[in-house]
């Protein structure tokens, strides 16, 4: 069985061939851990191999894992959906939000920022599929909603996020993915972020821009919801 060292490796190398073969330089490629289902122990084991970045999409047993690391100096990128009565602890344990899609959410986000800390790197979630299933505000909602949240204090306006509907399709899943940057593209703001891509479709995200890769089962192996 492989270790989470190994699949580190074997994903570094993945992400720097795609990155090679798009002409981008792999340095401008993120990857973000994915530990929903893992236990602290496994982000022990992942830091170990040099990671400082995971994304968790359940509140509470991110807060846990939180507790349990707090030696360590990692970086927390909630990338689940946010209900109204969850967003004061994400405001207050989180340095990225991936998955904001609505003005509401923003707001309480702002709002419930401690002083102390720097501002929320967020990322807005675009439904690019429309599927009726996934959470994101739809293309025709982004600029309205990202020119609003470039207002609220206590936040930083980093790009967009998606969650493109599942293809083996390498050609479909660049247009889902080339669909994003365009929108990023015409909001004509300083954005950096294009968060996108999976372990199943990291090199079509990276040929079109990606620069978070989120990778849980080719680190983490598959998950268990057993619990």
């Avoid at 992942?46 to 030696?71: I, M, S, T, V």
């Avoid at 360590?72 to 009565?85: E, K």
């Avoid at 004509?188 to 821009?209: K, R």
Wanted: hydrophobic residues 40%; charged residues 25%; proline residues 5%.
């Amino acid at each position: 069985m492989s270790t989470i060292a190994e699949n580190i490796a074997k994903v570094g190398v993945r992400i720097d061939a795609a990155a090679q073969a798009a002409n981008r330089e792999k340095s401008a490629v993120g990857l973000l851990a994915v530990s929903k289902t893992k236990p602290a122990e496994a982000i022990r084991e992942a830091f170990r191999a040099g990671l400082r970045d995971f994304g968790e999409n359940y509140l509470q047993e991110a807060l846990e894992k939180q507790q349990q690391l707090n030696d360590l100096p990692l970086v927390w990128h909630f990338i689940g959906p946010i209900q109204s009565n969850k967003t004061r602890p994400i405001a207050e344990h989180f340095d990225w939000v991936h998955s904001v899609d609505r003005l509401k959410i923003a707001e309480r986000l702002s709002a419930q920022r401690p002083a102390g800390l720097p501002a929320l790197n967020i990322c807005l979630q675009v439904n690019v599929s429309a599927e009726d299933s996934k959470s994101g505000c739809s293309p025709d909602e982004i600029y309205t909603l990202a020119h609003a949240v470039t207002q609220l204090p206590n936040l930083r306006l980093r790009g967009l996020m998606a969650i493109p509907e599942p293809t083996d399709d390498p050609v479909l899943q660049r247009e889902a993915f080339a669909k994003l940057r365009r929108l990023q593209e015409t909001l004509n703001l300083p954005l950096d972020t294009l968060s996108m891509g999976m372990s199943h479709d990291l090199e079509a995200a990276i040929a079109e821009g990606a620069t978070w890769v989120r990778i849980g089962t080719a680190l983490f192996g598959a998950r268990d919801y057993s619990s």
